[in-house]
């Protein structure tokens, strides 16, 4: 949803393809702090104390689902058109609007989000005016929108850095323009540092205009986090967009360096008063501890891959359902630290051509198991949604229907938002089944959730004991609707067609 800078939420195209290999960003497992993530451990009631009804210890966005990215620079969508859509998207299960990017970018450089003006938008997108009156009238909706960001660099063709060039040559060294960048005589300096990005995109350029050089990052004068001048242009930026209203960033690229810390995490969470989604293009969960320490609040629950999520290994083979718990857990680590983790529905396609022909990608039995992978990914509570709404629209209005459906129904069950607690539920030894329950932050509501990855039709048998749901009940099917056949014993067999699942309301005892 904005990958490899990138194959996350950026598909760098353009000057920037030629880099993508220098990045090799590896594909890293995610933390194995879970337990064996064997049935019989699983199976244990968890512990989290449940908060005293009528609190609510959890933020905006572990109470809320349904993300939907737009690449508005590159695919021209006016933000007047998307404002008249909100009650539509709303009403599908949408809740959380992410744009690539709000600012006015290069459309032929990183699909958009290539920063040339930082006080303004894309032309194609409408007016300043046009992006504050729909993120304004999203707030009115109880839906929130966040933004795909680059606070490092500025396209070395921007009218503001032009004008610093300007300046730089009549002799200023202290304007506004001159101080938010790092200019220098001598190319043999050291680079400044942090640099976000392979070393390949990191140098000194000669401006011509200036007659000086000045530390290049990607494509434009880099901002330079040690220098205050730089610092403080980045620190105006961000008021600028936090002014309009908006919910949350995930920035371009992205370090823990503490350098960096007061840009990417302070600033934003205290200049307005609203919870903030936090995270970077290169966060998952192999380094939720150190995300957590730094201060973001959401990362990659697997990795930044448009192809790859937890779903696509467990249906691919590459992971059993005990692997799958271990990525699950992942999850709850995070709810435990006030955050969340996030996966997109898979959506890239070739990044050497990228956006062009607009080709993507699809399962075997898309209409089923793009559905289950909705099922999955939101029904543990990762925060999860469309990549791209020009994927989005192209598929068959059925799958449309289908996999609106499960946002809807986990926007409408606390027992399915990503504040719920989650617990593995046995389901036997085979490898492409996997059952568990989710409880509400209140206690109030418990939701059985069975699939099965496979390809063939299967009954899948959950051993309820010790897990606090009744063995005695008639559940209610929340994706379906109506009833489900009863449970009568510690034993309950579902009949699950390929690619099947069932999300059902059960009380606890």
């Not at 989005?392 to 409408?412: C, F, G, S």
């Amino acid at each position: 949803m904005p990958y490899t800078r990138g194959t996350g939420r950026t598909r760098h195209t353009g000057r920037k393809v030629a880099l993508a290999g220098a990045l090799g960003f590896a594909l890293t497992l995610p933390m194995t702090l879970a337990s064996s993530g064997s049935p019989a451990e699983a199976a244990a009631p968890s512990t989290s104390a449940v908060p005293a009804e009528g609190t609510r210890q959890s933020t905006d966005f572990q109470n809320l689902n349904g993300f939907m990215w737009y690449y508005n620079t590159y695919f021209g969508y006016r933000y007047k058109d998307v404002e008249k859509d909100l009650d539509n998207l709303k009403s599908r299960g949408i809740r959380v609007l992410g744009f690539f990017s709000p600012y006015s970018g290069d459309k032929k450089t990183c699909d958009g989000c290539d920063p040339v003006d930082f006080y303004s938008v894309s032309p194609q997108n409408g007016t300043m005016k046009d992006w504050k009156n729909l993120v304004a009238a999203a707030h009115r909706k109880g839906m929130k929108v966040v933004t795909y960001f680059v606070n490092i660099y500025l396209d070395d063709r921007s009218p503001y850095f032009e004008k610093a060039e300007k300046e730089y040559a009549a002799g200023d060294r202290t304007s506004r323009e001159v101080s938010s960048f790092h200019w220098t005589d001598n190319p043999s300096e050291p680079l400044p540092q942090p640099r976000m990005g392979p070393a390949g995109v990191s140098s000194w350029a000669w401006s011509p205009t200036a007659g000086a050089f000045y530390w290049k990052l990607w494509f434009g004068p880099g901002f330079d986090y040690n220098l205050a001048g730089n610092a403080a242009e980045v620190e105006r930026i961000e008021k600028f967009w936090l002014d309009t209203g908006i919910d949350g960033f995930m920035w371009d690229v992205g370090t823990t360096d503490t350098r960096w810390k007061n840009a990417a995490i302070d600033l934003p969470k205290t200049y307005t008063g609203t919870d903030k989604w936090l995270t970077s293009e290169r966060t998952n969960s192999s380094t939720a501890a150190a995300n957590q320490q730094f201060g973001y609040t959401s990362w990659f629950n697997y990795t930044d891959d448009d192809t790859v999520n937890d779903y696509t290994r467990i249906v691919d083979g590459d992971i059993d359902a005990n692997g799958l718990e271990t990525a699950l857990h992942n999850t709850d680590i995070a709810r435990a630290a006030g955050s969340t983790t996030f996966a997109w529905s898979i959506w890239g396609d070739d990044p050497a051509t990228n956006l062009d022909p607009h080709t993507y990608p699809a399962y075997a039995q898309d209409d089923v198991m793009r559905v289950q992978e909705a099922a999955l990914l939101a029904g543990s509570g990762m925060l999860y949604g469309s990549g791209m709404y020009d994927q989005y629209i192209h598929w068959p209005k059925q799958l449309r229907t289908d996999w609106e459906k499960v946002l809807e129904t986990v926007n409408a069950n606390k027992a399915l938002l990503p504040a719920a607690d989650r617990t593995r539920v046995p389901a036997g030894d085979d490898p492409k089944v996997y059952a568990m329950r989710r409880t509400s932050e209140d206690g109030k509501q418990t939701a059985l959730l069975v699939y099965n990855f496979d390809s063939t039709a299967k009954d899948v048998t959950v051993d309820l004991t010790g897990t606090g749901i009744d063995t005695h009940q008639t559940p209610r099917d929340l994706y379906k609707g109506g009833g489900a056949d009863a449970i009568n014993g510690s034993e309950y067999t579902v009949s699950l067609p390929a690619y099947g699942f069932r999300i059902l309301d059960v009380t606890g005892r």
